[in-house]
T-cell receptor
Framework: AQSVTQLDSQVPVFEEAPVELRCNYSSSVSVYLFWYVQYPNQGLQLLLK??????LVKGINGFEAEFNKSQTSFHLRKPSVHISDTAEYFCAVSRNSGNTPLVFGKGTRLSVIA | SAVISQKPSRDICQRGTSLTIQCQVD?????MFWYRQQPGQSLTLIAT?????????ESGFVIDKFPISRPNLTFSTLTVSNMSPEDSSIYLCSVEGADTLDYGYTFGSGTRLTVV
């Protein structure tokens, strides 16, 4: 079975500062990796995903993530955050064989401070 | 990618009653997944529904409490039975999809359930 650990439950950061949200996964098989964002009282929005190929993945809103197989990590980064980035961020994993559900981490609350 | 219509979007229910949530997908899919998001928490998988067979439930979830139907390849329902305030959550369905250009998951808009 797959599992995801998001190492930080809350990350406060000042506006225009860089941020990294950490995600580690566990799996005995090859995986797909995803980052989702959830704004207050809203649904999930896909930020980016890693399926194969280049380990550096660029997503929406200036976010990027790097897949590191040896460290089983998929950390999310943004070089300069905005107040509007304040939200809950979820890392998720699935087997790459198809017909499998996403398994979510517990989430990281990003708070951007003016 | 697939489009999911989930209803109801929200409901307030009395304890001891049941609520059935519906998800309709605009294309045929093999598996449908049901999740629960408790207040301030992440998404937890309840069960996987495969057409023509009984749903597969995750640890901590049982069929008597969360019966699921999957009558065809585009539709599924989740019932929350004998509700208590602890069942107050957002419930979401999801499907996995792949087309010639991309692969990913689509989520319904969620059902926000409040049990009083």
């Amino acid at each position: 079975a797959q599992s995801v650990t998001q190492l930080d439950s809350q990350v406060p950061v000042f506006e225009e500062a860089p941020v990294e949200l950490r995600c580690n996964y566990s799996s005995s098989v090859s995986v797909y990796l995803f980052w989702y964002v959830q704004y207050p009282n809203q649904g999930l929005q896909l930020l980016l995903k890693y399926l194969s190929g280049s380990t550096l993945v660029k997503g929406i809103n200036g976010f990027e993530a790097e897949f590191n197989k040896s460290q089983t990590s998929f950390h999310l980064r943004k070089p300069s955050v905005h107040i509007s980035d304040t939200a809950e961020y979820f890392c998720a994993v699935s087997r790459n064989s198809g017909n499998t559900p996403l398994v979510f981490g517990k989430g990281t609350r990003l708070s951007v401070i003016a | 990618s697939a489009v999911i219509s989930q209803k109801p979007s929200r409901d307030i229910c009395q304890r001891g009653t049941s609520l059935t949530i519906q998800c309709q997908v605009d294309s045929q899919v093999t598996m449908m997944f049901w999740y629960r998001q408790q207040p301030g928490q992440s998404l937890t998988l309840i069960a996987t529904a495969n057409q023509g067979s009984e749903a597969t439930y995750e640890s901590g979830f049982v069929i008597d409490k969360f019966p699921i139907s999957r009558p065809n390849l585009t539709f599924s329902t989740l019932t929350v039975s004998n509700m208590s305030p602890e069942d107050s959550s957002i419930y979401l369905c999801s499907v996995e999809g792949a087309d010639t250009l991309d692969y990913g998951y689509t989520f319904g808009s969620g059902t926000r359930l409040t049990v009083v």
